[in-house]
Each structure stands twice: as C-alpha cells, then as structure tokens.
C-alpha cells in the first residue's frame, strides 16, 4: 500500500490565498491492477490559473495542476518502471503519487537534451502560450514595438524574447530591479520596475512611436494606460489578467471603445489548450530556438511536495522569476 499525499481545496479563495483555504491530506491508493501502473511526482508546475479557475473547484477537490511524474510500479508492458508520464493541465493536480487510472496519464515525449523540468517551460503549456499567443496572434513583423508586462514570469520572458528572435524592439515590465536586470540579460531594449515608474510618461519616452503589439499578462489598472499608447492596427494579446485574481471586485476601469474603432485595434483572448492541435509546430520552434541558445527560460524551483503552498502563494508576491515549479 502506498499512501499518497494531496492537496485538497478547504475552502474556496476570498482575495488572497490563505494558508487554511488549501489543506494536505493523506490517502491510501488502492493495488494496481492489471494494465495500471502507479506513479510518483517528480516535477509540478506551479501557475496563477489555479487561482484563476479556483472557481470551478468545490470544496474537497483536488487542487488544480500539471505534473511530470515517473512510474514506481506497473502491470502495464506499454509503462515499464522509471517512464516519465505527463498529467494534463488541468488534470490529476497536487498529488504526491497517483494511480493511472485515477485521470489522464500521457508518456512523456521529451528530447533528451532538454531539461525534463522544461516539459512544462519551454516545451510546455507556458511555452505553447507565449509561442501562439504572440506569434499567432499578433503576427510580428520586423521593427514592430512591442510592450510586455508580467516579463520575468514564465510567459513573458518567453514572449520577449521570441520578439527579439522576430526582430521586434522589445519593452518589457516586472516588479523589481532585479528582475529589470534581467530583462535586459535576456535581450530586452527596455525594461522597467512598474512599482517605481509612472506608466504613461515612461511609454511616451520608450515607446515614442506608438505600441504595435501589447501582450498583456496583467490587466487592470496597467492596461488601461498601455492601450491608450497602441498604434493604428496594432495588436492585443490578451494572455492573462494576474492583477484581477485575487480581487474581490475587478477594477473599475475608463471605458476603451473609441480607441479600439478610431484606430483599428485587433485584441483577442485566449487560452493556449485552443492550439492543442498545433503544439507539434510550438514545440518545434520553441526546441530548435532554446538548443540553438536564442532563447532560455530560467526556473524558480521551490523543493519539496509539502511546499506547494508556498510556491503558488509566491506567484501573488512576484517572488518567481522564470516558471514556478515545485521539485519533489
Ligand atoms: N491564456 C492562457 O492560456 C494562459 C496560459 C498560461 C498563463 N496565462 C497567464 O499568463 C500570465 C503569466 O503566467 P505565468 O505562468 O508566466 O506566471 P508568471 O509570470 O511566471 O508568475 C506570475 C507573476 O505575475 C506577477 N504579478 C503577480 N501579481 C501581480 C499583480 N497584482 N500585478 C502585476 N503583476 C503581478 C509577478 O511578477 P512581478 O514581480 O513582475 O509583479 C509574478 O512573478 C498570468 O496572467 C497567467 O494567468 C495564460
């Protein structure tokens, strides 16, 4: 018997996540019988939709989460011991060990030159995000300015730096100075700490020809002054809106309309799982820019299953940069 530990929502989220909302239990998996296998976390990504789709979650559900994990014992041919498997995004979520059969399980498909950790960075959901999110959706061209925010996380490097690749000029937003240190190790043409700046007259001296394409992590308050700097056709990703999360009434915000008709703005949201069917091409991309060294994404690697917690709190503090994950 093996008993698996996981975290169960105690209580659905009022503003910021607290310690009591999320609890550890513990549960004792059953025998595999034939054709399962059990398997053990190894990796768990950690992203600010858990909080974003806390929502849909009742009370005594698992939390939310993707994970890479190995498979300690099989009566499976197809899964001998030591594979490494993949959960969905929203799948089997903060479970030290899992049975197959309790959810969805995929062999992994990994290239062995690339970290197994960046099955959920830059080859995962936060790369297929940054890669179609920005490149499909804003269609790049050469010498465009580009404006992006949340830009020391895991989407947004990403995205900053598939700008350059496309021969944008890149201005990029984080909270802290080292993180717009950072920025500028990664490429960046500009790079800021919006905790200290004042928005507007920073976009009229980085910005002065106007934003083509705004990829927008944030929302709130801090879109409301970037899309007023948006040119004639420009573009708007809009990727994420982490300002609102933890919000118990979102930001009443001046109303966009006639920016959006007088100059022609395109702005579309959406979810990378839409692109599902193309990630091959993603994935493609994305390995060929990371081996040849035109791109990285660094980690923020928190040890140990027990501190999930305090992992996802930090994605609210900006104590990552790079993509969050917990190592078991
Ligand atoms: N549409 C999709 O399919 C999709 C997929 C993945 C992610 N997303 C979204 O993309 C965004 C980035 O996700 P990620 O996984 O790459 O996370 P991340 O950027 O690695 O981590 C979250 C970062 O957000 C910033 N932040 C936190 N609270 C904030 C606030 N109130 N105002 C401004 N910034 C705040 C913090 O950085 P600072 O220190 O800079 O504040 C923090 O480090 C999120 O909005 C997420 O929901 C969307």
Same mark, same amino acid.
């Given at each position: 018997?093996?008993?698996?530990?996981?975290?169960?929502?105690?209580?659905?989220?009022?503003?910021?996540?607290?310690?009591?909302?999320?609890?550890?239990?513990?549960?004792?998996?059953?025998?595999?019988?034939?054709?399962?296998?059990?398997?053990?976390?190894?990796?768990?990504?950690?992203?600010?939709?858990?909080?974003?789709?806390?929502?849909?979650?009742?009370?005594?559900?698992?939390?939310?989460?993707?994970?890479?994990?190995?498979?300690?014992?099989?009566?499976?041919?197809?899964?001998?011991v030591g594979t490494y498997v993949i959960t969905e995004v929203i799948g089997l979520g903060?479970?030290?060990?899992?049975?197959?059969?309790?959810?969805?399980? %995929?062999?992994?498909?990994?290239?062995?030159?690339?970290?197994?950790?960046?099955?959920?960075?830059?080859?995962?959901?936060?790369?297929? %995000?940054?890669?179609?999110?920005?490149?499909?959706?804003?269609?790049?061209?050469?010498?465009?300015?580009?404006?992006?925010?949340?830009?020391?996380?895991?989407?947004?490097?990403?995205?900053?730096?598939?700008?350059?690749?496309?021969?944008?000029?890149?201005?990029?937003?984080?909270?802290?100075?080292?993180?717009?240190?950072? &920025?500028?190790?990664?490429?960046?043409?500009?790079?800021?700490?919006?905790?200290?700046?004042?928005?507007?007259?920073? &976009?009229?001296?980085?910005?002065?020809?106007?934003?083509?394409?705004?990829?927008?992590?944030?929302?709130?308050?801090?879109?409301?002054?970037?899309?007023?700097?948006?040119?004639?056709?420009?573009?708007?990703?809009?990727?994420?809106?982490?300002?609102?999360?933890?919000?118990?009434?979102?930001?009443?915000?001046?109303?966009?309309?006639?920016?959006?008709?007088?100059?022609?703005?395109?702005?579309?949201?959406?979810?990378?799982?839409s692109f599902s069917d193309r990630y091959p091409e993603g994935k493609k991309f994305m390995?060929?820019?990371?081996?040849?060294?035109? &791109?990285?994404?660094?980690?923020?690697?928190?040890?140990?299953?027990?501190?999930?917690?305090?992992?996802?709190?930090?994605?609210?503090?900006?104590?990552?940069?790079?993509?969050?994950?917990?190592?078991?």
């Amino acid at each position: 018997m093996v008993k698996a530990k996981r975290f169960i929502l105690a209580k659905q989220f009022d503003g910021f996540p607290k310690d009591s909302d999320i609890q550890l239990v513990e549960v004792e998996l059953p025998e595999i019988k034939d054709g399962e296998f059990l398997c053990e976390a190894v990796y768990l990504s950690v992203d600010p939709y858990m909080r974003a789709f806390s929502f849909s979650l009742k009370e005594g559900d698992v939390m939310y989460g993707q994970q890479v994990a190995k498979v300690i014992q099989t009566k499976n041919a197809d899964y001998p011991v030591g594979t490494y498997v993949i959960t969905e995004v929203i799948g089997l979520g903060w479970r030290s060990h899992f049975v197959s059969s309790e959810g969805v399980v %995929t062999k992994l498909d990994h290239p062995e030159e690339i970290p197994l950790s960046q099955a959920m960075g830059v080859l995962g959901m936060v790369g297929m %995000t940054a890669y179609f999110g920005f490149v499909d959706i804003c269609q790049p061209k050469e010498g465009e300015t580009v404006v992006v925010n949340g830009a020391a996380g895991a989407v947004g490097s990403l995205v900053g730096q598939i700008a350059k690749i496309k021969g944008c000029r890149v201005v990029g937003f984080a909270g802290s100075d080292d993180k717009v240190k950072y &920025l500028k190790s990664l490429g960046f043409d500009e790079a800021f700490n919006y905790k200290t700046i004042d928005l507007d007259e920073t &976009l009229k001296k980085a910005a002065p020809n106007g934003v083509d394409i705004y990829f927008d992590n944030v929302g709130g308050k801090f879109s409301s002054i970037v899309r007023n700097h948006v040119n004639k056709y420009g573009r708007i990703s809009q990727c994420g809106f982490i300002s609102q999360y933890n919000l118990k009434e979102p930001d009443m915000l001046p109303c966009f309309d006639s920016v959006m008709v007088f100059k022609e703005i395109k702005c579309q949201g959406f979810l990378a799982e839409s692109f599902s069917d193309r990630y091959p091409e993603g994935k493609k991309f994305m390995a060929e820019w990371y081996l040849k060294g035109k &791109l990285k994404l660094d980690e923020h690697i928190t040890e140990g299953f027990e501190n999930m917690k305090k992992a996802f709190f930090e994605l609210f503090t900006g104590a990552n940069t790079g993509k969050a994950l917990v190592k078991v």
